[in-house]
């Protein structure tokens, strides 16, 4: 089915998807009153899960692998710390809704997530690393 999508397309497809249901969790999350400090970390490993498995069989059609999966994590966590720095830059410095924040820093992080996914997902493995 996504066989003949190009890699860019795949990417933004699962990446999409990934970034709608984040900025879901942080919204709601802020319009309820919970601190985004913990709807971002919550939402970033919720959504890990999902993201690990829908870029490895469908963006960079890989094998899924424990090690992937925790070198995947650990390069979300790095968008973590740049997505925690650019809310409280747009959202408590100059008092943007979260409503525009958090995508913004969606559009922002697209690429150093896509540069963590691929390093995660398709780096040389050596050794037998254990599969799902």
């Known amino acids: ?4 999508i190009p890699l860019p397309a795949r990417y933004l497809l699962v990446g999409g998807s990934c970034a709608l249901v984040h900025n879901i969790v942080v919204i709601a999350g802020d319009a309820i009153g919970v601190p985004y400090t913990f709807t971002v970390t919550a939402s970033t490993l919720g959504v890990g899960g999902m993201g690990y498995m829908l870029h490895s069989h469908l963006t960079f059609r890989a094998a899924p692998r424990w090690s992937g999966y925790g070198r995947y994590l ?3 966590m790095s968008g973590v710390v740049i997505t925690m720095i ?6 408590d410095l100059l008092a943007l ?6 995508p913004a820093t969606t559009v922002v992080t697209t690429l150093t997530n896509f540069i963590a996914s691929r390093w995660a997902i398709t780096a040389r493995r050596t050794g037998a690393a254990k599969a799902f």
């Open 1 to 4: 089915m996504f066989r003949h």
């Open 74 to 76: 650990m390069g979300m």
């Open 86 to 91: 650019l809310l409280a830059f747009l959202h």
């Open 97 to 102: 809704p979260m409503l525009i924040a958090s």
